[in-house]
């Protein structure tokens, strides 16, 4: 005989605002997580994040065009008393989305409905993200961190003339490889134009094959269609 479970599955969620803000990492869970902080650009403020698979997130979404911001750790939830931050906040295509990364996107069924139904009147999509899925992408995330570190450093650089000129070449040539345009032996004489077509990759405009293989003089550049 089958007893009844009366065991209460109501989920109850409160959240004092849902303005995405970076929740700062408690110090005793910045000693229990892979705690690193890092500075990006679709962030103005500097990124914590719990986890490799965070980090790798957060530069996959540098190089995703489509994204035009995102937040670590955005908002503070009560999940029935419980405290709850999700992973990341994203603006990507004007739809905001709110992600949580988790082993093999292992997430309480009851808990992800309700947080589906909670953001759903605020125009917001709650989704879980394997880790695995993330981190098998180490190359590109790593080529993208190279890329964002390097935009970072020089962010103050003006380029936006020879933007124009090089994406004009780049356009009727159908291509081009980094070397071609960046001297190997004199980076800083060709540092403008190394920094422009950086630029233009992050904003989507040239393109490269960033997932088997490291960024470097060799790598293609492409015009985005």
Same mark, same amino acid.
């Given at each position: 005989?089958?007893?009844?479970?009366?065991?209460?599955?109501?989920? +109850?969620?409160? *959240?004092?605002s849902?303005?995405?803000?970076?929740? %700062?990492?408690?110090? +005793?869970?910045?000693? @229990?997580?892979?705690?690193?902080?890092?500075?990006? $650009?679709?962030?103005? =403020?500097?990124? =914590?994040?719990?986890?490799?698979?965070?980090?790798?997130? @957060?530069? $996959?979404?540098? &190089?995703?065009?489509?994204?035009?911001?995102?937040?670590?750790?955005?908002?503070?939830? %009560?999940?029935?008393?419980?405290?709850?931050?999700?992973d990341?906040?994203?603006?990507?295509? &004007?739809?905001?989305?709110?992600?949580?990364?988790?082993?093999? /996107? %292992?997430?309480?069924?009851h808990?992800?409905? /309700? $947080?589906?139904?909670?953001?759903?009147?605020? +125009?917001?999509?709650?989704?879980?993200?394997?880790?695995?899925?993330?981190?098998?992408?180490?190359?590109?995330?790593?080529?993208?961190?190279?890329?964002?570190?390097?935009? /970072?450093?020089?962010?103050?650089?003006?380029?936006g003339?020879?933007?124009? =000129?090089l994406?004009?070449?780049?356009v009727?040539?159908?291509?081009?490889?980094?070397?071609?345009?960046?001297?190997?032996?004199?980076?800083?004489?060709?540092?403008?134009?190394?920094? *422009?077509?950086?630029?233009?990759?992050?904003?989507?405009?040239?393109? *490269?094959?960033?997932?088997?293989?490291?960024?470097?003089?060799?790598?293609?550049?492409?015009?985005?269609?």
């Amino acid at each position: 005989m089958n007893l009844p479970d009366n065991r209460d599955t109501t989920v +109850r969620i409160r *959240a004092p605002s849902l303005t995405p803000c970076q929740v %700062k990492t408690n110090p +005793r869970f910045q000693i @229990a997580t892979d705690y690193r902080v890092a500075q990006l $650009l679709k962030h103005a =403020e500097p990124c =914590e994040f719990h986890s490799l698979a965070e980090y790798y997130h @957060a530069l $996959l979404l540098e &190089g995703d065009p489509s994204v035009t911001r995102y937040v670590p750790q955005p908002f503070f939830f %009560k999940i029935n008393g419980r405290h709850y931050t999700p992973d990341c906040y994203i603006v990507r295509d &004007g739809q905001e989305e709110v992600v949580e990364l988790r082993p093999k /996107a %292992k997430f309480d069924e009851h808990r992800r409905q /309700a $947080l589906v139904a909670f953001l759903r009147p605020h +125009r917001m999509r709650f989704v879980v993200i394997s880790n695995e899925a993330v981190v098998s992408r180490r190359i590109e995330a790593e080529n993208w961190q190279m890329i964002v570190q390097a935009l /970072a450093i020089h962010r103050d650089l003006d380029t936006g003339c020879r933007e124009l =000129e090089l994406l004009d070449q780049v356009v009727r040539n159908g291509g081009t490889c980094l070397g071609e345009r960046v001297l190997p032996g004199d980076r800083q004489s060709s540092r403008v134009d190394e920094i *422009a077509l950086l630029r233009l990759m992050h904003r989507g405009k040239l393109t *490269a094959d960033l997932t088997t293989h490291r960024f470097g003089f060799g790598t293609e550049l492409r015009p985005c269609l």
